[in-house]
């Protein structure tokens, strides 16, 4: 095996172990055994474990992030500068995530279960990183969201799309996280009616009621008449 390819090798191993064991229980040991590469190899090619997983990112989020981008420029241009439905919008972000996850080869599956954990087991610093990362797609997105909802507050459309990053992060898991309902014939579901499963909830989620306190108006406290 060539020098070349040490860092791809290293890249792959640290893919698959941080999706099997998490970021903070993989070592750097565990993932050059895995690579069959010198543990100096990491701290030549990649400066140390956060360089390690800034660059296994970067190698696929930035094709990520074009899927996302593109996928929404495409029914805002089709909407000719109207604001889009809500289901518009998350179909573009999350449909789009999930017909992703169902078009991997395996790298790219093991890719997407890892950047579900992200949402669930974030170090501060992988939170910092993925905010730069996400800039741009979580601005446009939002912006969509908000023009599609214009009477719902602000604060709760984020909510929601926080629960339904959370959602996304469990449905990108692996049908091996369906044993928690102790039923075995979940796994087989294809990649179709996982797509129509997941958008019909989320769907649900995004038309449900307000909660109590926060469809009621603000009242504003009555000015006091100087002495």
């Known amino acids: 095996m060539s020098e070349l390819d040490t860092p ?116 501060a610093f992988i939170r910092r990183f993925m905010a730069r990362e996400y800039a741009e797609v979580v601005r446009r997105y939002k912006a969509a969201l908000f023009r599609a909802l214009p009477d719902a507050p602000k604060e709760e459309v984020l909510w929601r799309f926080h629960f339904m990053l959370g959602a996304m992060s469990y449905a990108i898991s692996g049908a091996d996280a369906l044993n928690v309902l102790g039923e075995d014939g979940l796994h087989d579901a294809d990649p179709e009616a996982l797509h129509a499963r997941f958008m019909s909830f989320l769907f649900g989620g995004l038309r449900a009621p307000l909660p109590e306190f926060a469809a009621k108006p603000t009242k504003k406290p009555r000015r006091t008449q100087a002495a």
């Not at 993989?26 to 030549?44: F, G, Q, S």
């Not at 989020?61 to 029914?75: S, T």
């Not at 950047?115 to 669930?120: A, E, K, P, S």
Request: glycine share 10%; net charge neutral; proline share 3%.
């Open 8 to 123: 791809e090798r290293i890249l792959d191993a640290a893919e698959r172990l941080f999706m099997a064991h998490g970021f903070e229980a993989t070592t750097l040991r565990m993932i050059t055994t895995e690579a069959k590469a010198n543990l100096a190899a990491v701290n030549y090619h990649f400066g140390g474990k956060e360089g390690l997983i800034e660059a296994l990112f970067r190698r696929r989020l930035g094709w990520l992030n074009a899927q996302w981008l593109a996928a929404l420029d495409k029914v805002e241009a089709e909407a000719g500068g109207q604001p889009l439905r809500p289901h518009q919008v998350l179909e573009a972000f999350f449909g789009t995530t999930i017909r992703t996850v169902a078009q991997c080869d395996e790298g790219g599956r093991h890719f997407m279960r890892l950047l579900g954990r992200t949402y669930t087991e974030p170090s």
